[in-house]
């Protein structure tokens, strides 16, 4: 069983910057490949970000791209998600996920195993 918590609650205008970070317990963190996905009110869940177990391949939505960056820290158990250049439409509940694969993340919330709890980020314009 893996548990994910993350962190980073935001309240920041347009262009500011923020990071989040998800912490995993469980020894199975270094063989999952890791996802970013978010909620706005109303909408769907949607991809951000993932990056595989050894963090070598990363993928991104296109919506983030060139903005947004996803990291991971084996040792600690902690994978990341740089925000940079926030928009309004930036704004949702921000999940991590978890994937039991050696391979590269999807891009689908059912193709992931693990789920955190979400924490809200909100970019004023």
Request: net charge positive; glycine share 12%.
């Amino acid at each position: 069983q893996v548990q994910l918590v993350e962190s980073g609650v935001g309240l920041e205008q347009a262009g500011a910057s923020l990071r989040l970070s998800c912490t995993a317990s469980g020894r199975t963190f270094s063989n999952a490949a890791m996802g970013w996905f978010r909620q706005a009110p109303g909408k769907e869940r949607e991809f951000v970000a993932t990056i595989n177990w050894s963090g070598r391949s990363t993928y991104y939505a296109d919506s983030v791209k060139g903005r947004f960056a996803i990291s991971r820290d084996n040792a600690k158990n902690t994978v990341y998600l740089q925000m940079n250049s926030l928009k309004p439409e930036d704004t949702a509940v921000y999940y991590c996920a978890a994937r039991r694969t050696l391979g590269n993340g999807g891009t689908y919330p059912g193709e992931y195993d693990y789920w955190g709890q979400g924490t809200q980020v909100t970019v004023s314009s």
